[in-house]
């Protein structure tokens, strides 16, 4: 099945399951929040995963289902934490209801998820929630050293890649590996495919990175130099530190807004930094591809891990 | 077991236990909110139901700890809800370090308390994991519900007694339940022992508000009137309502601090509100000790429930 395939099934399951139960202060936002949309990208990694390994799209809908809602669940939590007003052009759960709501329908959302898993019944159930569990934990760990990197003055290359992996690569290695997981799969190749899927979020995070500072607008569809604005500790501010601290200090402190923005860009592009981090980037990007291909040797259909890959660089190239 | 030997046990076993991870800012939350003391009724409660039917304590141990970090993730969560700024005397999560912080560290914990079920190995994993999964689900709900009853006029006795059942009647109920599930024990005996400490939670709450109104500070050790004062929508309160909402809707709009105590609580006496109230709890008392019978009937040692009743009982007259 196609990317395409596995998203319109899995919208219509999720049609058909919306949260039921009382007060509505509680059940609402959680409704509210998983019908904003989005892309959908990790219930369909899970499909992926388990028809590559010759399962069941099917039988994994509500393992997929559970890492959307806790996708879900995360959002709720991190718009709180990051004081945002806005998902997806409409009012975060916070501000449509209220903090405590908010923090209570997250979690809600986060038993909700355990829960889908626990109506699953197929093979590795246990290995699942397992999984599930250990990225949890991780993905709490990388909101937590985001928040903390924002404090401190030293943050290394190292450390910026460990909190990116915790924060967005592992939910995304756990989709993958679970899929493969409902369908039987052996731990060799389930462990590939959480590396593949790692690998691929890690070249894509960059890539976002890079396009919110060298992309063109109107095809990213947000503002260029969000980031520099915001003074966001990413990998080019820590990259553009270690090639002259002076220089970013001095951007950085002095300068604020749009002119910080303009003068930061054209820095870091007469340095090379816009090449450094596309080539970083694409190192991930190879590393995908030869798990890719050594999961076809172990006899895995890569024909949907293919279609994955051409698909997230379609949307940022 | 006693009750002082299965604490004990349990303490020790949380000593061993400590969250370890990082970052700090994560990890050391979570350990200071579980070292804070406490009854740990919680886990006793579970220990005590795997020994009533013929279990051992010690194989329910993980199942116990999973309770009391979920509790303990409550507790975080409900103080950043509640603008508390103490808790036990010392500082609440989120005023000791911030509310993203006290959200992600309750995250964490709510995922940990999982991974201690799925730490244990025994009979019944996916019947405690269900049974579990719904009761945080409730105490999601009770807590939902206890923010809407503030803002509301009308909150029926019904709703109330639904609302302090789920917020914290449940986890008792599935403390004494999952213990009784890690024995192998029968649905029927597993749904008395819920049921029996269902009975028990509600006594004791309703105890509780009792002692608040009517009790003497030095035994119960806080300010008398402290609901009163707050303008809480307690059973009394609701009761009061019923009896005479005019002069319940003087004293509380018109009076403040101390003085609306003291008047209420007098009119409340008068009213004989402190028999009503006791008698209500005594109602779910008799409850208990009938399902506690029925349990002795289908062969359940029964002195382990006996001695927490007594226990309870104790703590609060």
Known sequence: MSIANHLENY?????????????????????????????????VLCLI??????????????V????EIFHNFSLVHDDIMDRADQRRGLPTVH?????????LAGDNLLVKAYESILAYSGPNKNEILTLFSRTATEVCEGQQDDMDFAERNEVSEADYLHMIQNKTAVLLGCSLASGALTAGAKADVVN??????????MSFQLMDD????????????KVIGGDIMEGKKTWLYIKSLELDASATHQWFDELKGTSRAEAVIKGWKSWGLDSMILEK????????????????????????????MLFLKDRTH
């Open 192 to 201: 590939k495919m959480y590396q593949f899927a790692i690998a691929l979020g």
């Open 210 to 221: 890079y396009l919110d500072s060298f992309g063109t607008s109107n095809k990213v569809g």
């Open 281 to 308: 980037s694409t190192e991930y990007e190879n590393n995908a591809k030869v798990l890719m291909q050594e999961l076809s040797d172990l006899g895995i259909n890569t024909e949907g891990l293919n279609e994955l």
């Open 95 to 103: 501000k449509k209801w209220n903090e405590p709501t908010a923090i």
């Open 64 to 67: 997929a289902h559970a890492i």
């Open 11 to 43: 919208l219509a399951y999720l049609k058909k399951n919306p949260f039921l139960g009382s007060p509505d202060n509680l059940y609402q936002p959680m409704n509210y929040i998983m019908n904003l949309g989005g892309k959908r990208i990790r219930p």
């Open 49 to 62: 995963g388990a028809e590559s390994c010759g399962g069941s799209a099917d039988e994994a809908l509500n």
